[in-house]
């Protein structure tokens, strides 16, 4: 399974940026995707997270301002972020939780991160 993330760069503060990240590969089911962000000298946290379902859950300092979606047929997610601060300056990680195949374990894949940075 390969994650591809994209949309990264930088952005002044209020400024808008929207990320993707596609799924490739043996993917029998989806759990959830998700985004995590991992600032300089911090611990990655979880961001926004969207079931199969379409159920979704954000964190407090994104709240109102981020948008998480998902494309089913194309296996890709996305985030739209708006009204962005210098806080939200990060490596933004995108997550799948999924079964590779019927047999497999339910696990986590990574992608690679793309950096989001919002000057004041």
């Known amino acids: 399974v390969q994650l591809q993330a994209s949309g990264g760069g930088l952005v002044q503060a209020g400024g808008s940026l929207r990320l993707s990240c596609a799924a490739s590969?043996?993917?029998?089911?989806?759990?959830?995707m998700a985004w995590y962000r991992q600032a300089p000298g911090k611990q990655r946290e979880l961001v926004a997270r969207?079931?199969?379902?379409?159920?979704?859950n954000y964190a407090d300092p994104v709240k109102g301002r981020f948008t998480i979606s998902r494309d089913s047929a194309k296996n890709t997610v996305y985030l739209e972020m708006s009204s962005l601060k210098p806080e939200d300056t990060a490596l933004y990680y995108c997550?799948?939780?999924?079964?590779?195949?019927?047999?497999?374990?339910?696990?986590?894949?990574w992608g690679q991160g793309t950096k989001v940075t919002v000057s004041s």
């Open positions: 590969g043996s993917i029998f089911s989806i759990y959830a």
């Open positions: 969207i079931t199969s379902g379409g159920r979704t």
């Open positions: 997550l799948l939780d999924s079964l590779a195949t019927p047999y497999d374990p339910r696990r986590d894949y």
